[in-house]
């Protein structure tokens, strides 16, 4: 089993920064995508941010410029640096990690969520 745990979240200003973390522990010997997903009430819960094994990296087009994503394969962990931080940036982060379990086969995995609140 993996363990996924993010921290990070608070409240902060408009135009604010904040860094969340997404540590994975356990069975994490073949850890294939990490991703950072969030969820506003009443709304879809949405891909902000992904890193693959190989690095490579996608964003919503909505934090695009404004967010970064990191990976940290040494310490199983990943970050979410968040810049320039908008009211409509505040929603539970939750973060995703897909584990390859055998050569054909993943699990994925998820985060409690942390809360960011971008307000004045």
């Known amino acids: 089993q993996v363990r996924v745990v993010e921290s990070g979240g608070g409240l902060v200003q408009p135009g604010g920064s904040l860094r969340l973390s997404c540590a994975a522990s356990?069975?994490?010997?073949?850890?294939?995508?990490i991703s950072w997903y969030r969820q506003a009430p009443g709304n879809q819960r949405e891909l902000v941010a992904r890193?693959?094994?190989?690095?490579?990296?996608d964003y919503a087009d909505s934090v695009q410029g404004r967010f970064t994503i990191s990976r940290d394969n040494a310490k199983n962990t990943v970050y979410l640096q968040m810049n320039s931080l908008k009211p409509e940036d505040t929603a539970v982060y939750y973060c995703?990690?897909?584990?390859?379990?055998?050569?054909?086969?993943?699990?994925?995995?998820w985060g409690q969520g942390t809360q960011v609140t971008v307000s004045s």
């Open positions: 995703q990690v897909v584990v390859g379990t055998s050569r054909f086969r993943e699990s994925v995995y």
């Open positions: 356990g069975s994490v010997f073949m850890i294939h995508d």
């Open positions: 890193v693959t094994s190989s690095s490579a990296t």
